[in-house]
């Protein structure tokens, strides 16, 4: 469950700029994102479900810290590893505002209708 949470370009983003400040300094909303609130919503959610983060509710703000010391009990090194991994401009299969997928070539499909045989006009 963690490395498929960390296998994701969002989530890694997350995991990445919440490892820069210390402890509960960043709510969710200050996350740069490309992504509306509803997904950033299930990005933490997945985080948070395999461990790799904690958050808590403080008045109307829910803040983020990295679970990196109990992380890296279970995971020695992964972090790390992930942390340190070279960075893409743009991750493949991230959705721009508008809701087109950028970085993946799309190939076209031929329709598995025939306009021969068949049963036409039943």
């Known amino acids: ?9 969002i989530r890694l983003a997350i995991v990445r700029q919440v490892s820069q400040v210390g402890d509960w300094e960043r709510t969710c909303a ?3 994102l490309p992504v509306g609130k509803a997904s950033r919503t299930h990005h933490f959610s997945v985080l ?4 790799v983060i904690e958050q808590r509710d403080e008045g109307p703000h829910r803040l983020t810290r990295l679970r990196r010391k109990e ?3 279970c995971f020695p090194g992964l972090l790390d590893l992930v942390l340190n991994e070279p960075r893409w401009d ?3 299969g991230v959705r721009s505002a508008d809701g087109a997928e950028r ?3 799309r190939t ?3 329709s598995s209708h025939s ?3 068949g049963n036409h006009g039943r």
Do not use: N, V
């Open 1 to 9: 469950m963690a490395l498929a949470a960390l296998a994701d370009p």
């Open 30 to 32: 200050s996350f740069d």
């Open 48 to 51: 948070r479900d395999a461990g």
């Open 71 to 73: 992380f890296d009990e």
């Open 90 to 92: 743009k991750p493949i």
């Open 103 to 105: 970085g993946r070539r």
């Open 108 to 110: 076209s499909q031929h």
């Open 115 to 117: 306009s021969r045989g």
